[in-house]
């Protein structure tokens, strides 16, 4: 693979949402074991099962809960390492250690400014006026924006000056080492800044969580179908981070603590016994589970009771293996990219009935929250109790499923589409290579992605390979999908992305072990 200095608008900002998913991996697991840890120390559990209340099981699940808030106490520093790590294409650890010392000396030098110009307020009204303790320095409460600042900086400054060099006599500085010098100097002037823009950006995004606000019912659902619409080109995580993490999600005072992002909210909210509320919980994950729970599934139902009876045996698997994947960890694109591209009109469909979800749960107080998957669904809304109207998710998800089947079946009969199964040949079972050949399904996909010498960049998100190619016309199409692509995405010339589902990393592992031999 060759490596390149340039960047295109699509490769930057669906590499930043790959990026995300890093610290997101991690908060799943920490919002998990804080969910669990807060419900199993809960009064209203203690007094239904006494036995809880044993002093070693509850140190345990005070224990728990302390693995789970430390993702949330160090979200900034996480989002500042992992960007420059994702999107750097070499010297990957070099960009995150720069991340983090770029991010350091920012919030250093706007302690030093608010300091200089006497803006320091005192720590019992420093929260009231934006101000909090971020490692140990008194600065700006600027969130997990701050990070992703930082972090976005440290990448430009790596991409830009990775490969410096600098005269015999500074040769030691010169190459990667740079890179943490010049983040170090470039940080701490951004420090000196943040001060000054910050109440306008601060404004900006309060801004657009306002127009969310102010949108009343209508709010949620403007989150949920457009997180959809954006899926196809990768910049859905953009969408939820800024839900999430900034002012966007919302802003809370809790037991006098100046919390924004309505992730972060719901999660203080739970570990510290408050009563979450379906204002936040709206706007979170539970809005989808009608679709991936109840509508997904009566899809593929749809799409398989469709299939020409010879295709139906080689379709199972794929469809089976779609369910058990927006179901059991939320990933909904192997199901969703099955007819995509066939019939655009049927993922608007897919797109409106999932912000409909959201609206109507958010209307009927459901609090159940981030609970995309069925994990979520169990700890943060039946482990939470009756409170979270958890129950909700099957009158939804019932009315969603039967209408998703109707809807999905009438559509491919009526205009012929060719769904799987429908297509104009006889399928072929998937191929089980024997014989030890491990990378035999990876050969052919490298021969669909032009071989070797056609990958700029190989990467990959929770469930496609993200490219930068050189030459679009040499991909094949039939390639990918013969070595089990369930979709392709072409961005522009050279960008493209190819969906594989959640063994994606296996797939890249085996790419890159190829491209390295050769």
């Not at 293996?321 to 059991?328: H, K, R």
């Not at 030459?471 to 039939?478: N, Q, S």
Request: charged share 15%; proline share 5%; net charge positive.
């Amino acid at each position: 693979m060759n490596s390149t200095k340039k960047v295109s608008f699509w490769e930057f900002f669906q590499g930043l949402g790959k990026t995300f998913m890093l610290p997101v991996a991690l908060l799943g697991i920490s919002g998990t074991l804080l969910g669990v840890g807060s419900a199993f120390t809960s009064n209203e559990l203690l007094t239904q099962f006494p036995v809880l209340a044993n002093p070693i099981l509850q140190y345990f699940f005070n224990f728990i809960t302390l693995l789970g808030a430390f993702t949330f106490s160090n979200l900034p520093v996480l989002f500042a390492m992992a960007i420059p790590l994702g999107l750097a294409r070499e010297e990957k650890g070099v960009a995150a250690f720069s991340g983090f010392v770029g991010y350091a000396i920012m919030n250093m030098s706007i302690n030093f400014y608010l300091t200089a110009t006497h803006q320091l307020f005192e720590p019992a009204v420093m929260k009231a006026h934006g101000q909090a303790m971020i490692m140990g320095v008194q600065t700006i409460n600027t969130g997990v924006l701050g990070g992703i600042i930082a972090g976005i900086i440290v990448y430009l400054l790596h991409n830009k000056f990775w490969e410096i060099k600098l005269p015999d006599s500074f040769a030691f500085f010169g190459g990667p080492r740079f890179i943490p010098i010049i983040s170090l100097f470039t940080l701490s002037l951004v420090g000196l800044v943040i001060p000054i823009i910050w109440p306008v950006f601060n404004s900006a995004l309060n801004g657009i969580g306002y127009v969310i606000k102010s949108s009343g019912a209508f709010g949620p659902f403007l989150f949920g179908a457009g997180e959809r619409l954006l899926l196809p080109f990768g910049l859905h995580h953009i969408l939820t981070a800024m839900i999430r993490f900034t002012p966007v999600g919302g802003e809370a005072n809790i037991n006098g603590k100046e919390v924004v992002g309505a992730l972060n909210i719901f999660y203080d909210q739970l570990a510290l016994g408050v009563p979450t509320t379906y204002k936040i919980t709206r706007i979170l994950d539970q809005g989808r589970m009608p679709s991936f729970f109840f509508g997904l599934p009566a899809a593929a139902l749809a799409i398989y009771h469709t299939a020409k009876p010879e295709n139906k045996k080689a379709i199972k698997g794929l469809l089976i293996s779609g369910v058990v994947s927006a179901i059991v960890g939320g990933i909904t694109e192997p199901i969703e990219f099955l007819f995509l591209f066939v019939c655009p009109p049927l993922y608007l469909f897919h797109a409106f009935m999932t912000g409909l979800a959201f609206m109507v749960l958010g209307m009927l107080h459901m609090t159940v929250g981030p609970s995309g998957d069925i994990i979520g669904f169990v700890v943060f809304g039946v482990l939470q109790g009756l409170k979270t109207k958890w129950y909700l998710t099957f009158i939804v998800g019932g009315i969603w499923a039967v209408i998703y089947y109707f809807i999905f079946k009438w559509t491919i009969l009526k205009w012929n589409l060719k769904t799987p199964g429908r297509e104009d040949r006889v399928l072929k079972m998937p191929a089980n290579p024997k014989n030890g050949l491990k990378n035999y399904t990876a050969m052919i996909m490298l021969e669909g992605l032009g071989m070797e010498d056609n990958i700029v960049s190989l990467d990959n998100c929770a469930t496609r390979l993200r490219l930068v190619v050189k030459d679009m016309t040499l991909i094949d199409e039939e390639k990918l999908r013969e070595a089990g692509a369930i979709g392709v995405v072409k961005l522009d010339s050279n960008n493209l992305q190819v969906v594989i589902g959640p063994q994606v990393h296996v797939m890249k592992s085996q790419l890159q072990k190829i491209i390295n031999n050769k």
